[in-house]
C-alpha cells in the first residue's frame, strides 16, 4: 500500500486526476452490471481498460474514426439486443456506452464536465431496477466520489491532495442534507408524477396466473422477499397462514389455468363468503410483483386500501387491482381464519370444477372407480382416504422428482411417488375430479418466518404454496392441503424450505449455527426500516405528519404551504446567519474600511493595501501634524500592530467610539501651509 501510494503521488497531476475519474466511472457501471447486456460490461470494462493504458503511457487517443465506428457497432449491437433504442433497457445501455466512449475524447475540462453530468444521471436510472438500502449505499458513494472529482475539477491551481477534495464535497453534502430532508418529508407526492417508471412487461421471480407441473420448484428456491406482515396483536398459528393469490381450475392436461366459463355471469358461481370469529388485524408490505394481485390472508371482507389504486375481491376470493403493482405497497387489512364461502346446493357452474381433459391419466380414472366401489357416495368418506393414501403409500416430499411426462397424476400416484406441493395439488385435484368432486386449485404463499429483531413476519418466495379446495354439500368451498398429508412439516412451523447457501455462509452456519441467521435477520430488519419509512413514504404518511402538527384534515395544498413556510423560514435564517457572519468579519479591518471611505470622500483616495500609517501622512500633509484623524489613524494602527507588551491601553471599542467623534473637513477645505 506504502509502494501504492508513492507511485500514485508521483505522478503528474493529470495524470492521476484521470486515473481517479476513470475508477470513479468504473464503480458507477459496475453497480449497473447486473441490468446492462453481457457484452456493454465487457466492452465498457476494456474501453475503461484501454483508456487508462493510454493516460499512463502518455499516448495519443483515438482519432474520430475509431470513435464514430465503435459508436455504430454498438448502436448495432443495443438494437440486435433490445429491438429498440427507447425504452428503460435500452436507454441504459445506450448511457453506459456513450459513458465509457466519452472517455476517449476527455482532453478539456469541458470534456470531463460532459462526462460528471453524464455519470449523475446514470446514477438515478439505478432505481430503475432496485431501491433497497445495499443499492443507496452504493449510489452514495458514487456520489461522494464524483463530487470529489468535480471539486477537484475546479482547483485547477497547483496540486492539492484529493482527501481535501474530498473533504470539501463532503461539507457541501452535509450542507445540502438539511434541504434534501425538508424536500423528502414535504414535497407532494403527486401519482404519476413521483415515483420510478416501471417495465410491465418486463418479468419477475413469483406467482404466476397459470401453473405447469415444475413451476414452483423455481421459487422454492428463491429467497427473495415477497412480503412483510406486521399483527396487531397474537399471529394466528402458523399451519392457518394461507395468503391467497390466482385459483386455478380449468386444467388442459399440461397446464393449471383460471376458470373460462361458458356460463353467463347469472349462472356463474357467487363468493357468498361467511366468516366468524375474531379478526386477525395486520399490515403488508408488498414487494412490487409486476401483477395485479394483493396478497392478503384467508379471507378477507374489506378491501385494502390503496391511495390511486381500485380494488376488488374476484369470485374466487382473490383481491385483484386496476393495475399492476410495480413498486412496493403497504396496506392495512383484517381477515377471518374460520370463514366459508361459495354456494351450499349443487349448481350448473360447478361442472367447470370437475371437467379433465380426455385421453389423460387413465390410471387414475380407474383409481377412482375402485374408490368409489369401496366408500359409495360419501365425498368426505372418499377425501379422508385419499389424504390417507398420502400418508400410509410412502410418498415422499422432494424438491427434486425429476421430469413429469404426458400423464403427471399417473406418474405420482402409481410411479415415482414423490413432488412437491404442485405435484400433490394437482394430482390430488385430478383425482377428486375423476371422483366427480368438484375441485380447484389455489396458488399464493404460505407461513413465513418471524423476525426476532422487528417481529414482522417474512414471507419469501421459497413459501410459494400451491393447495386445494374441494366442494362439498352443506360446507360449500373447502380448503384441503394433500401437502400436509405427505410432509406435514412443510405447513406447520417445524420444517420450512430454505435456498441453497453459499461457501461462505455454510462455513459461519458450521462455526455457529445462529450467527447467519441473526446476521439475516438484523440486515432484513434494517432493509424493512428502509422500506417503511423511505420507500414507503407515500403521500398518506405526508398528510398523517401534517396532522400531528396540527392540521384537521390535510390535502396536497396544505402541504405546500407548509413547504413553502419552510422554504421562506430558512430564507430568513440563511440571511440572519448571513449578517451575523459578516458582523464577525475582522472588526478592526471592517473600521479601517469604514475611515478609508470617509477620507476618499474628502478628497484623499487610497487603495485596499493601504496601510493607516500611510493615509495619516497623507491626512498630515494636507491638514498638518496636528490633525485629529492623523493621530486616530495612528492609535488605530498602534492598536493592531504593537507589541502585547507596550502598554497600550486603547481598545478597538474606544477607537470606535472615537471614530463616532471626529470632525471631517469638508472636501474642499484648506489644506496646511
Not at 319 to 335: C, E, F, H, K, N
Not at 513 to 528: D, G, K, S
Request: aromatic share 10%.
Amino acid at each position: 500500500m506504502k509502494k501504492l501510494h508513492q507511485s500514485l503521488t508521483s505522478l503528474p497531476r493529470e495524470t492521476r486526476d484521470t486515473l481517479f475519474l476513470l475508477a470513479v466511472i468504473g464503480w458507477v457501471v459496475f453497480l449497473q452490471v447486473g441490468h446492462i447486456p453481457w457484452w456493454c460490461g465487457l466492452l465498457t470494462a476494456g474501453v475503461l481498460a484501454w483508456r487508462t493504458t493510454l493516460t499512463l503511457r502518455g499516448l495519443p487517443l483515438p482519432g474520430w474514426p475509431w470513435r464514430i465506428g465503435l459508436l455504430a457497432l454498438l448502436l448495432g449491437a443495443t438494437w440486435a439486443t433490445h429491438s429498440t433504442i427507447l425504452g428503460r433497457d435500452a436507454g441504459v445501455t445506450l448511457i453506459v456506452v456513450l459513458l465509457a466512449l466519452k472517455t476517449l475524447e476527455m482532453r478539456a475540462k469541458r470534456d470531463a464536465f460532459v462526462i460528471f453530468f453524464l455519470s449523475f444521471f446514470m446514477l438515478l436510472t439505478h432505481f430503475f431496477y432496485s431501491q433497497t438500502l445495499l443499492t443507496a449505499a452504493g449510489i452514495l458513494i458514487a456520489l461522494m466520489a464524483l463530487l470529489t472529482a468535480l471539486v477537484n475539477a475546479h482547483m485547477p491551481v497547483g496540486r492539492p491532495s484529493l482527501g481535501q477534495a474530498a473533504r470539501i464535497a463532503g461539507g457541501m453534502a452535509l450542507m445540502g442534507a438539511p434541504i434534501m430532508l425538508v424536500l423528502f418529508l414535504l414535497f407532494p407526492r403527486l401519482s404519476p408524477l413521483w415515483g420510478t417508471p416501471g417495465d410491465d412487461a418486463a418479468g419477475r421471480s413469483g406467482l404466476s396466473n397459470s401453473m405447469r407441473v415444475g413451476q414452483i420448484a423455481q421459487l422454492v428456491l428463491d429467497d427473495n422477499i415477497a412480503l412483510r406482515v406486521k399483527f396487531e396483536g397474537p399471529p394466528p398459528p402458523q399451519g392457518q397462514l394461507y395468503f391467497r393469490g390466482p385459483v386455478l381450475s380449468d386444467f388442459d392436461g399440461a397446464e393449471w389455468r383460471p376458470v373460462r366459463s361458458g356460463f353467463p355471469d347469472a349462472l356463474a358461481l357467487p363468493p357468498d363468503l361467511v366468516v366468524s370469529g375474531e379478526a386477525v388485524r395486520y399490515e403488508v408490505t408488498m414487494e412490487a410483483n409486476r401483477r395485479p394481485w394483493l396478497f392478503l390472508l384467508e379471507a378477507a371482507t374489506q378491501a385494502p386500501e390503496l391511495p390511486g389504486v381500485r380494488v376488488r375481491m374476484t369470485r374466487e376470493l382473490q383481491w385483484i387491482t386496476d393495475r399492476p403493482i410495480g413498486t412496493l405497497v403497504r396496506y392495512q387489512a383484517q381477515s377471518h381464519t374460520s370463514f366459508r364461502h361459495g354456494p351450499l346446493e349443487p349448481a350448473v357452474a360447478l361442472q367447470d370444477h370437475i371437467e379433465l381433459p380426455p385421453g389423460f391419466n387413465p390410471r387414475t380414472l380407474a383409481l377412482a372407480q375402485d374408490l368409489r366401489r369401496l366408500h359409495g357416495s360419501n365425498n368426505t368418506a372418499l377425501i379422508n382416504a385419499v389424504l390417507d393414501r398420502l400418508r400410509t403409500g410412502g410418498y415422499t416430499y422432494t424438491l427434486e422428482p425429476g421430469v413429469y411426462g404426458q400423464h403427471t397424476a399417473d406418474e405420482f400416484w402409481f410411479d415415482r411417488r414423490q413432488g412437491f406441493c404442485e405435484h400433490i395439488a394437482s394430482s390430488f385435484v385430478v383425482l377428486m375430479r375423476a371422483l366427480d368432486i368438484p375441485a380447484r386449485i389455489v396458488t399464493g404463499y404460505q407461513g413465513g418466518e418471524v423476525n426476532g429483531v422487528d417481529g414482522f413476519w417474512t414471507v419469501r418466495q421459497r413459501d410459494a404454496h400451491a393447495w386445494a379446495e374441494v366442494w362439498l354439500q352443506g360446507q360449500g368451498w373447502v380448503r384441503v392441503d394433500p401437502t400436509s398429508a405427505v410432509s406435514p412439516g412443510r405447513i406447520g412451523s417445524l420444517q420450512r424450505l430454505t435456498a441453497p447457501e453459499g461457501v461462505l455462509a455454510g462455513a459461519l452456519r458450521n462455526l455457529n449455527p445462529t450467527l447467519i441467521t441473526q446476521m439475516r435477520e438484523v440486515w432484513e430488519a434494517v432493509n424493512n426500516r428502509w422500506s417503511q419509512w423511505v420507500l414507503n413514504y407515500t403521500q398518506g404518511r405526508q398528510l398523517d405528519l401534517l396532522k400531528s402538527l396540527g392540521f384537521q384534515s390535510p390535502n396536497w395544498t396544505d402541504l405546500v404551504t407548509v413547504l413553502l413556510g419552510v422554504v421562506v423560514l430558512a430564507s430568513l435564517i440563511g440571511a440572519g446567519w448571513t449578517l451575523w457572519e459578516r458582523q464577525q468579519h475582522d472588526p478592526w479591518l471592517r473600521l479601517l474600511r469604514r475611515a478609508r471611505s470617509r477620507l476618499n470622500a474628502v478628497g484623499i483616495p487610497s487603495a485596499d493595501h493601504t496601510p493607516p500609517r500611510e493615509l495619516a501622512r497623507q491626512v498630515q500633509q494636507r491638514w498638518g501634524p496636528q490633525a485629529d484623524i492623523a493621530q486616530w489613524l495612528l492609535r488605530l494602527e498602534a492598536q493592531r500592530y504593537s507589541r502585547p507588551d507596550s502598554g497600550n491601553p486603547i481598545s478597538l471599542a474606544a477607537l470606535q467610539r472615537e471614530f463616532r467623534q471626529l470632525a471631517w473637513p469638508r472636501k474642499n477645505s484648506t489644506p496646511a501651509s
